[in-house]
Nanobody, 124 residues
Framework: QVLLVESGGGLVQSGGSLTLSCAAV????????IAWFHQSPGKERAGLSC????????LWGDAPEGRFAIARDSAKATVEFKVDRVRPSDSGTYYC?????????????????WGQGVQVTVSS
């Protein structure tokens, strides 16, 4: 059984930074992609960023502003996602998702496994 375990949520002050971590437990395939999605209250879930097992990265959403960064820690078997200069609109639930092929696309249907989500609240 594959489990995605997210951590790092909580209360963050506006203007600060947020770092989330995702660990894929029970997954041992060579090719994969892990992405982060965000859902604000009353809005649809949207893809933010993705990284493949080969190290290729994709940034969606606010990428042109340079606020997002994603990295893979092979030693810890985790993927970290960082948001800089957070703002109240970054509040919501963040989900980690895993696709069993080496391709990043902001399409939920591409991802077979999902974490439970981690709550983030940005104080103004």
């Amino acid at each position: 059984q594959v489990l995605l375990v997210e951590s790092g949520g909580g209360l963050v002050q506006s203007g600060g930074s947020l770092t989330l971590s995702c660990a894929a437990v029970g997954f041992a395939q060579e090719n994969f992609a892990i992405a982060w999605f965000h859902q604000s209250p009353g809005k649809e879930r949207a893809g933010l960023s993705c990284i493949t097992s080969g190290g290729a990265r994709a940034l969606w959403g606010d990428a042109p502003e340079g606020r997002f960064a994603i990295a893979r820690d092979s030693a810890k078997a985790t993927v970290e996602f960082k948001v800089d200069r957070v703002r109240p609109s970054d509040s919501g639930t963040y989900y980690c998702a895993l696709a069993t092929r080496r391709r990043c696309a902001p399409d939920e249907a591409q991802f077979q496994y999902w974490g439970q989500g981690v709550q983030v609240t940005v104080s103004s």
